[in-house]
């Protein structure tokens, strides 16, 4: 595979596009190092989606984050939504792309989630060689994302960091820590957060998430409605010593703040990275 | 287990109506808080929550008009028979007038009104056309055998104007038309909104002919009614709206 970029790029902190801050964004820009953009939402499309990525495109780098490739499910990779993903690459010239390691749905059919795969060894070879053929198309690495989960499989023989060590070393892709999936699926499965975090290969992770939860009583919800919690913070801050720079998005897509409060978020991003490396 | 067999068994039980089915005790464990039972419960939810919260942002009026609980039983319904196919939740609504059509539940309006809103959705949706023409004033008589490639986002819906008047109230006129006449709405967006228009029948029978592929000359056939000078008239005042309104791609013969 002829990766490009072939480094990690270094790119500072910045947010998720959102379509209630779209018409500010076209009139004054953003500040912030970076954008990430839903792939899915400026997938064949026109109008204003397409004329904000533009505007944001002429002024920092963004980030393509999809969550439709189902990199985990059996059905046939796609090949329209790849060819799709490749001209918005060829159109943007995105700093990564990325997209989830889970599936979502069966057959032809979309869940519209992001569904837990088992961590099992046939698994990682299944993903690992389905991750292959999608850089091999795009003529560039990839970044998974852990999801937040729910369920546990009976049949996992793995634990997750072992399983997504294992897809980023077969598949020889890059991975997207999402620290706030690592620390609610760590309370709704009663793992280390840590442990998770020592647990991944340092050289693979190339982008952080962070996004707020909520507590549900029994279990935590990643629902991206909220800011990111203190607990949240402290694991991020870990992960700075552990993983160094990397690009860092905030996620924020129920009860939307202001623009300016998520620049502001970003700016808190930033003030822990730069206590925690020093 | 096999990797597939576990999938297949994850969509049928998140897709069962109602609660999840028991006995998920062979596939899933419990945790100290929940049982597999409970844990499943955040995908069932999110499974169906999803498609219905995406479903009410696209059919707003038919929300409105049929109330929430019928429409949540509708959309339900919808979800069960019709499951997504398209990478985005904006399209999830693609079938659903096709699934109120085959019904016997659905009054016509309430079917008219959805077919309104899911042209709005899918002008809003549409991609940007390579290019915007402009009247070509310089073809002259060559402008006959030119046929238009009109823009991804026009969309028509043809409904009652009972429907059109559910859809937008106060906005339209019916002029003494019956309530029961149809007529056909034009969705586009010139730059960002989307806006809809209610054409006059014989500009309605000319967007339909150059939908179809036919010439200019054969489009200003829907004006024949009149006399030659008024059509030459209504003719060149409806191709130069057209135009103007941003509707037309390519206009080449």
Known sequence: MNAVPASKPCLGHGFGLRVEHYAEILRRGVRADLCEALTENFMGRGGRPLAVLERVRRDVPITLHGV????????????????ELKQLCNRFEPALVSDHLCFGGFGPHRAY???????????????????????????????????????????????????????????????????????????NHGFSAREYLDGLPRERVAQLHLAGHRDCGSHLLDDHGAPVASAVWELYRHARRRFGPRPTLIEWDENLPTLERLEQECDNAREVERHALG | MHLAELERWFWQTVRTRGAPPSGLDEWLTGSARQTPTERLAVYHVAYWQRQVAALANSFPRLQALLGPQRFERLMLAYIEACPGTEPCIEWCGRGLVEFLAKRNDIAPLELGVARLEWGGVESLLAADPPSVAELPHQLGERLAACRLVLVPSLRTVHVSLESLAAFAPGAHETGGTSADSNVLVAFFRPRFAVIHLALEPDEAQALVLASEGRTIGAICEAFAALSEAEAVTRASSVLAAWFARRWVAKCAP
Not at chain 1, 73 to 79: A, Q, R, V
């Open chain 1, 68 to 83: 439709s490739l189902s990199v985990g499910g059996i059905e046939p990779l796609s090949l329209p939504y790849l060819s």
């Open chain 1, 113 to 187: 989630d992001l569904w837990p795969l088992p961590f099992v060894e046939e698994a990682v070879l299944h993903v690992a060689a389905r991750v292959r053929s999608v850089q091999d198309f795009l003529g560039r690495r990839i970044c998974l994302e852990n999801v937040s989960s729910y369920v546990e499989f009976r049949s996992n023989s793995l634990s997750e960091w072992q399983f997504l060590a294992a897809v980023a070393e077969q598949a020889d892709c890059w991975l997207l820590l999402d620290v706030n999936n690592v620390y609610v699926s760590a309370h």
